[in-house]
């Protein structure tokens, strides 16, 4: 009976759904994160009268023929990458792009991975690095004697010595984009690597045409909307239930053929 596989197929796509949407509360909290949407597919389906075939020798065609489905599977895990939320904490060391962009840091493969979570701080010897340890490409390091950081929106940091009036420019970010960001594989730490797929990033200064600017003192929220997420969460819940009920009608006839041979 088909309709026991079909519904099957419908039970393992709402598991993923739910999965999907649990990850995104999970992450409601989670700076510069980017939920996650689930879309699915059709899947093949038998023909139990061809459309466009002859019903007569005079040459009728069937207009509208008999095709059964036969469930349905996922066929992609999209990013919705709008704007978060520019949440200010008065750090000079946090950062938000308000607009396209990633910043880039350096991992400790030598690889360029890419990233909206500007939560940074200093090393040791002055550098600008991540939460994790991982310097910004290309590095920018701070002078021991720095009494305060500057970043304009153009992303040209510029520090306060002392014993000096003017600002001494340390360093410039530089930002990337992609022309498909959904082409970014996610490997955790609130990180990305680019793949086939997203294409080779463009790299540009902030605040300048198709690059976003970049805002000392905040941080970007998540863009998980919750009432929106536990809604799809009860649309998930239901439509599990009701594949759930399909498997159980269909055990009840295949219960009744049984019955029917005794």
Avoid: H, W
């Avoid at 509360?25 to 689930?38: D, F, L, Q, V």
């Amino acid at each position: 009976m088909r309709s026991l596989d079909i519904a099957g197929t419908g039970m393992q796509a709402q598991q993923t759904n739910v999965e999907t949407i649990s990850n995104n509360i999970a992450n409601m909290t989670t700076t510069g994160y980017k939920r996650s949407r689930a879309e699915f597919q059709d899947l093949i389906y038998q023909n139990m009268r061809r459309v466009g075939t002859t019903s007569s020798d005079t040459g009728t065609i069937v207009p509208a023929g008999a095709q059964v489905g036969l469930g349905v599977k996922t066929a992609a895990i999209y990013r919705i990458n709008e704007q978060g939320n520019l949440e200010q904490t008065s750090n000079s060391l946090d950062f938000a792009i308000q607009g396209k962009g990633y910043f880039q840091v350096t991992l400790p493969s030598g690889q360029t991975a890419y990233t909206r979570d500007g939560t940074l701080s200093l090393a040791n010897d002055g550098t600008i690095v991540t939460a994790d340890g991982y310097a910004l490409n290309p590095p920018i390091n701070v002078p021991n004697n720095a009494q305060s950081v500057s970043v304009d929106q153009s992303g040209q940091i510029s520090v306060t010595v002392a014993g000096q009036t003017q600002p001494q420019i340390v360093g410039q970010m530089q930002i990337a984009t992609f022309a498909n960001e959904n082409g970014l594989s996610a490997m955790g730490q609130n990180l990305f690597v680019q793949t086939e797929a997203s294409g080779d990033p463009i790299v540009g200064t902030p605040n300048t045409t198709g690059f976003g600017s970049v805002m000392q003192g905040y941080v970007e929220s998540s863009n998980v909307n919750v009432v929106t997420e536990i809604t799809d969460l009860i649309s998930a819940q239901r439509a599990y239930e009701m594949n759930s009920k399909v498997i159980t009608a269909s055990d009840d006839m295949m219960q009744t053929l049984t019955n029917l041979g005794r």
